[in-house]
């Protein structure tokens, strides 16, 4: 079996992407103890079905993504502790960062990203968390939040067919050979129209349905009644691409409590002007990184922040750019 393959079947890796760094942080396999070690040079080297294998680096196992592993640094250096506390995880993709946030104690995540389908299932499932997605974090409010979280949790509720009401068709009395005697009444069939007007109604719902106009119900999911939803946090963070934080800190500082904090990743090629970005979106001049660092503290004066720490990230991201994180916390009024 191809050893990327065989490290996420085997449970030794979350993604195949994650695989792929563990390989390349080193792992090698045997198949049976006292014999030798077989290194794994490449993705596609093949590990025997059966083999027992070992992670000469189990760091990026640790989490969903590698993303985790910057997170945990930041707060590291912060000192800030998220054990108990509800956080909201900006640009979630697979889950990283929220990853990370549960395994040190978070009591909620909610996470919210302008993709779809991204988060790793572990973290779907888990009852801690609820996933937002296809809702752009430049634009959110805490009504727009708090309504694409409730979609979230819940299920459509198709309203069934009222078919109990239907109007008794003229001339009723026909059906079954008319076998009626002189007593019938026939004072309570529907006229012709009301007919009529019921066939239309049945029509136009069902035109609703196929254009997808029709009002729809939607009901919590069992087991899901309770989910804290309030849309106002004691932590957030987020990892977000090809978009300035600029663009999205004034959205995010109505959503803190009065003494949150803020620990934000800051990527500077999307900081910067593309005549500053080198060729495959590397920032080579380290002079602009300073540049990046007072654009963003500019941006957190403007929206009612304060800059408490502006710290590297523990790990450069996966396209080689350095990076940082912004550490902040809501001004008092």
Not at 29 to 57: C, F, H, S, T, Y
Request: with cysteine.
């Amino acid at each position: 079996m191809r050893a990327d393959v065989y490290l996420v079947d085997k449970g030794h890796a979350a993604t195949r992407s994650q695989a792929q760094r563990l390989i390349g942080a080193g792992v090698q396999w045997r198949l049976a103890p006292g014999l030798p070690w077989q290194k794994v040079a490449k993705n596609g080297d093949d590990i025997p079905e059966m083999a027992e294998v070992e992670l000469l680096d189990a760091a990026e196992a640790r989490y969903i993504s590698r993303g985790g592993l910057k997170l945990e640094g930041a707060l590291a250096v912060t000192g800030f502790k998220v054990s108990g506390l509800r956080c909201l995880d900006v640009g979630q993709s697979t889950g990283g960062f929220t990853d990370c946030l549960l395994q040190q104690g978070a009591a909620q995540v909610i996470g919210v990203d302008v993709g779809n389908a991204q988060l790793h299932e572990r973290l779907r499932s888990d009852p801690r968390v609820v996933c937002v997605e296809g809702l752009n974090a430049r634009s959110m409010t805490a009504e727009s939040l708090r309504d694409a979280c409730e979609a979230a949790l819940s299920e459509i509720v198709e309203e069934a067919e009222d078919n109990e009401t239907q109007p008794t068709a003229p001339y009723a009395w026909m059906r079954n050979g008319g076998m009626v005697d002189e007593d019938y009444d026939d004072s309570d069939d529907a006229k012709e129209q009301e007919v009529e007007d019921f066939k239309a109604e049945r029509a136009a719902r069902a035109r609703a349905k196929v254009d997808g106009s029709m009002p729809v119900q939607h009901r919590r999911r069992e087991g899901t009644q309770d989910v804290d939803i309030t849309p106002v946090f004691d932590f957030i963070t987020g990892d977000v691409s090809f978009i300035s934080l600029t663009l999205i800190l004034p959205a995010l500082v109505p959503l803190m409590h009065a003494d949150a904090r803020l620990l934000m990743l800051v990527k500077p090629q999307f900081e910067l002007q593309p005549g500053q970005v080198g060729k495959g979106g590397i920032v080579r001049d380290k002079a602009l990184y300073a540049e990046v660092e007072q654009r963003i503290r500019d941006c957190c004066k403007d929206v009612g922040l304060e800059v408490l720490q502006w710290l590297d990230s523990p790990i450069d991201g996966g396209d080689g750019n350095h990076e940082f994180f912004v550490f902040a916390k809501k001004k008092a009024k």
